[in-house]
Every structure is written in C-alpha cells, then in structure tokens.
C-alpha cells in the first residue's frame, strides 16, 4: 500500500503561484512515476503534469507549472506559477509503480491522494 498526502492547497489571485507537495509512504519512491491531476467541478479529471525519467505537462500548464522530486523527502512537489481562473480545481497526487513513459495516462497510477483544493479567483 501507497498513502499519499497532498498539501499546499489553497485561495490565491488570479497572477499569483502555489505549490502543491505530496508525500509518499509505503513504497520505493525513487523508482515510482509520480503525477499530478486536477478536477474542476463538472467536469472530468485531467493530466496536468508527471515525473518519473522525465517530465510531462499538459499544454495547458506549459512554462507556468514545474513538477520536481526530492526522493530523500519522498515527496513530489507541483510549482504553479501565474495561476489562472481556470486553473481552479482539486489536485490530485497520483503514484505509478515503476518509471513509465506513458505519463498522461490515468491507468499508469495504482494510487491516489485525496486531493487538495486550489482557488484563483479572478
């Protein structure tokens, strides 16, 4: 078993940064694929950005977000910088056994965090 712990969550305006944190416990994280998801209401959950031998983002993320590791803390870090409106959702951490290359895919995580809400407010 994996648990996850999301945090950093939170309200910020429209311009502003976050950064999201997720510690992991239970299984090897060095060799593990780490990902970020997001869930706006209403709508479905999507990629936003992973790690695992390299990095992906979604286009939508591109040059504003930065997923990063410290696989001495067990933890994946998501900076978000120049936060939109639309931006706005529950992030969800996500862990894959193994370092993959299909990144974007939800079948690529055997677990998930609980997810931690990011407001921006316009």
């Known amino acids: 078993q994996v648990q996850l712990v999301e945090s950093g969550g939170g309200l910020v305006q429209a311009g502003g940064s976050l950064r999201l944190s997720c510690a992991a416990s239970?299984?090897?994280?060095?060799?593990?694929?780490m990902g970020w998801f997001r869930q706006a209401p209403g709508k479905e959950r999507e990629f936003v950005a992973a790690?695992?031998?390299?990095?992906s983002y979604a286009d939508s993320v591109k040059g504003r977000f930065t997923i990063s590791r410290d696989n001495a803390k067990n933890t994946v870090y998501l900076q978000m910088n120049s936060l939109k409106f639309e931006d706005t959702a529950v992030y969800y951490c996500?862990?894959?056994?193994?370092?993959?290359?299909?990144?974007?895919?939800?079948?690529?995580?055997?677990?998930w965090g609980q997810g931690t809400q990011v407001t921006v407010s316009s």
């Open positions: 996500a862990f894959g056994s193994g370092l993959s290359s299909s990144l974007p895919l939800p079948t690529t995580y055997d677990y």
């Open positions: 239970g299984r090897t994280f060095s060799s593990s694929t």
């Open positions: 790690i695992s031998y390299r990095t």
